[in-house]
């Protein structure tokens, strides 16, 4: 049975806040310790991102069954819109011309970018996020709302080196580019009522646009 919450939506915000905080900070703190051990390449910062990304969304998915807080992952009925959708995705990434023409180190870039970030933000924002929103704010339009500003901030985390150099361009530029994609992701998850549909999208986003 799902906990249910009489905290005030002050207390659900101070969790959330603090819980993207760890994220970001155990990322940011495990690649600083990680990375200089293998070459300095933009291939091996990202391998070592995505281990460790798979080990935080690990992390959030047994944090979630501590806390009794449901995910919805999965629709209620897999639908035949669901698997042919499912199939389209899984065409496009089995053909995108990287694959063949960079071999190795595109597919595990694609892994990275497009299976691997998704699952992990997905099951965060539109998951737990959303799912721990509603124990304390009723309309969902408001949560499709603080999501969008959530993700936004968000993504300052993945910023510190231009943070560091002073990039403000680039640094807002990521802000912008957080902020649109939980409008859209967002918008999705508000309809569907699940993060298995927003994975997909959030994946085929990436594979065009990242």
């Not at 300095?40 to 460790?52: A, D, L």
């Not at 009723?138 to 936004?152: G, R």
């Not at 300052?156 to 680039?170: D, E, K, L, S, T």
Request: charged share 15%; glycine share 6%.
């Amino acid at each position: 049975m799902i906990k249910t919450d009489t905290h005030k939506p002050a207390h659900i915000l101070i969790e959330i806040f603090a819980l993207l905080l760890l994220l970001q900070g155990v990322l940011a703190l495990l690649k600083h310790i990680i990375v200089p051990f293998f070459p300095n390449t933009i291939f091996n910062e990202k391998m070592v991102t995505m281990v460790i990304m798979v080990a935080l969304t690990l992390f959030l998915i047994c944090y979630s069954k501590t806390k009794q807080q449901k995910l919805s992952v999965f629709p209620g009925k897999f639908g035949k819109g669901y698997v042919i959708c499912t199939c389209i995705v899984a065409v496009l990434y089995i053909a995108t011309p990287a694959n063949f023409l960079e071999g190795f180190p595109a597919v595990m870039s694609l892994l990275y970018g497009c299976i691997v970030t998704p699952v992990y933000e997905e099951l965060l924002f539109r998951g737990y996020i959303w799912e721990k929103s509603k124990r304390a704010i009723k309309n969902e339009k408001i949560i499709y709302a603080l999501n969008i500003v959530l993700f936004a901030v968000w993504h300052i985390g993945y910023m510190i080196p231009q943070i560091a150099v002073g990039n403000w361009i680039a640094v807002s530029w990521k802000i912008i580019a957080g902020a649109g994609y939980g409008l859209v992701i967002g918008f999705v998850r508000l309809r569907t009522k699940n993060c298995y549909s927003t994975i997909l999208l959030h994946g085929i986003l990436n594979l065009f646009m990242v």
